[in-house]
């Protein structure tokens, strides 16, 4: 399986508060990519680092990549309610195809 | 821009019976279209890869003849669930990603939950 996997799996953090999460993956790839799932619904693409980057800014968030170590962490600052989602990983190994890892369930306490 | 939508957004079916999920770009092109399944608080798992005027390609272990991908034009593409079974309940996602992407990025339509009765 090329399934990568994300800690924690879940994460619950008072409102204002960093959240950080962790992904590993196990193939070479091309780029990585961090989306966000809302209950039951689709997915929302956040930022895209490539392999030959090493971190990435937008907005409220910074995304890591060390693929000596084949991890990502994706940091999101100042936590609102409404970054209550779940956060996915995914490896693009090529042109096309994205291997999800395992997702991290974020709570951000109001 | 980069709107993909799906149709329907819920279906209950019989056992037995078929279902078509429709999975549209609305304002680009796309040659390239994903199809994934997600289990209740689980991540996506990749079915098939389908490609406009050309057979989907199908990850291992999933039965093509069970999920019968169509991609007929750059903007439609179409999963049906052939014969369907409660294990095949489900929230069904598809993704595009444009003909002239400079980019590796895919959109996500919102998804489809299938329920098997």
């Known amino acids: 399986s090329q399934q990568g996997e994300e800690d924690p799996q879940a994460l619950s953090i008072q409102e204002g508060e960093n959240a950080t999460m962790n992904c590993s993956y196990k193939?070479?790839?091309?780029?990585l990519q961090w989306y966000r799932q809302n209950s039951g619904r689709g997915l929302v693409h956040l930022i895209l680092?490539?392999?030959?980057?090493r971190e990435k800014h937008s907005g409220r968030l910074r995304v890591t990549l060390d693929t000596s170590k084949k991890s990502s962490s994706l940091l999101i600052t100042a936590s609102r309610a409404a970054d209550t989602a779940s956060y996915f990983c995914a490896q693009g190994a090529g042109a096309n195809n994205l291997f999800f890892g395992t997702g991290t369930r974020l709570t951000v306490i109001p | 821009g980069a709107v993909v939508s799906q149709h329907p957004s819920r279906v209950i079916c019989k056992s037995g019976t078929s279902v078509k999920i429709e999975c549209r770009s609305l304002d680009f092109q796309a040659t390239t279209m994903f199809w994934y399944r997600q289990f209740p608080k689980k991540s996506l798992m990749l079915m098939a890869t389908s490609n406009e005027g050309s057979k989907a390609t199908y990850e291992q272990g999933v039965e093509k003849d069970k999920f019968l991908i169509n991609h007929a034009s750059l903007t439609l593409s179409t999963l049906t669930v052939t014969s369907a079974h409660p294990e095949d309940s489900s929230f069904y996602i598809c993704?595009?990603?444009?003909?002239?992407?400079?980019?590796?990025?895919?959109?996500f339509g919102p998804g489809t939950r299938l329920t098997v009765t």
């Open positions: 193939t070479s790839i091309n780029n």
């Open positions: 993704s595009a990603r444009e003909a002239s992407g400079r980019s590796y990025e895919q959109y």
């Open positions: 680092i490539r392999s030959n980057e």
